[in-house]
């Protein structure tokens, strides 16, 4: 199985702050990995696919860039609605694999 | 607008089978690769595995002794089966489309999620 890490696991930030967050796969995976978005009660909500497209709908604020093994998901000026648990996907084989996630905190 | 739910018991006892189904509304799944996903309390998420429309599985290894994945298109709807269930497989599961983008698969409709726990 392809291991994905996260890091940070959690980061506080205020409203405005760019944030970034880091996702390292275990072995290459090219361009095969997604963002999402979890807020506490709900469905994952994608968020970027294939490292780098944004999925219909979602803020441009979001962005990802990587390939490879190193990865990351940008959030250029938090917004309130923002505060959540991102997950990164490797979508390069099977069985599909997520990171452990992180916490993104009001400072 | 494409909607899934989940349906099925949120108590099963151990070491009995744990059954849910996903129900599609405003589309057909006719072309489409279902998946079931599941996330412990306070945990991170967990592939299962999928079924495409015409019949084609891929099982999480991890659980592929345990798991039985089935679509039945006449009614919509795919279904899990997971079978000598342990409070280990309390989670709140997931049913998701496992959209290929062509260069690319990710999960882009979602359920919104069932718990079910494991106790006698």
């Known amino acids: 199985d392809i291991q994905m890490t996260q890091s940070p696991s959690s980061v506080s930030a205020s409203v405005g702050d760019r944030v970034t967050i880091t996702c390292r796969a275990s072995q290459g995976i090219s361009s095969w990995l997604a963002w999402y978005q979890q807020k506490p009660g709900k469905a994952p909500k994608l968020l970027i696919y294939?490292?780098?497209s944004l999925q219909r709908g979602v803020p441009s604020r979001f962005s990802g860039s990587g390939s490879g093994t190193d990865f990351t998901l940008t959030i250029s000026s938090l917004q309130p609605e923002d505060f959540a648990t991102y997950y990164c996907q490797q979508a390069n084989s099977f069985p599909l694999t997520f990171g452990g996630g992180t916490k993104v905190e009001i400072k | 607008q494409v909607q899934l739910q989940e349906s099925g018991p949120g108590l099963v006892k151990p070491p009995e089978t744990l059954s849910l189904t996903c129900t599609v509304s405003?589309?057909?799944?006719?072309?489409?690769?279902l998946s079931w996903i599941r996330q412990p309390p306070g945990k991170g998420l967990e592939y299962i595995g999928y079924i495409s429309y015409s019949g084609s599985i891929n099982y999480n290894p991890s659980l592929k002794s345990r798991v039985t994945i089935s679509v039945d298109t006449s009614k919509n709807q795919f279904s899990l089966k997971l079978s000598s269930v342990t409070a280990a497989d309390t989670a709140v599961y997931y049913c998701?489309?496992?959209?290929?983008?062509?260069?690319?698969?990710?999960?882009?409709?979602w359920g919104q999620g069932t718990m079910v726990t494991v106790s006698s």
């Open positions: 294939a490292a780098s």
């Open positions: 998701a489309r496992l959209y290929n983008y062509g260069y690319g698969d990710a999960f882009d409709i």
């Open positions: 405003g589309d057909s799944i006719s072309t489409y690769y």
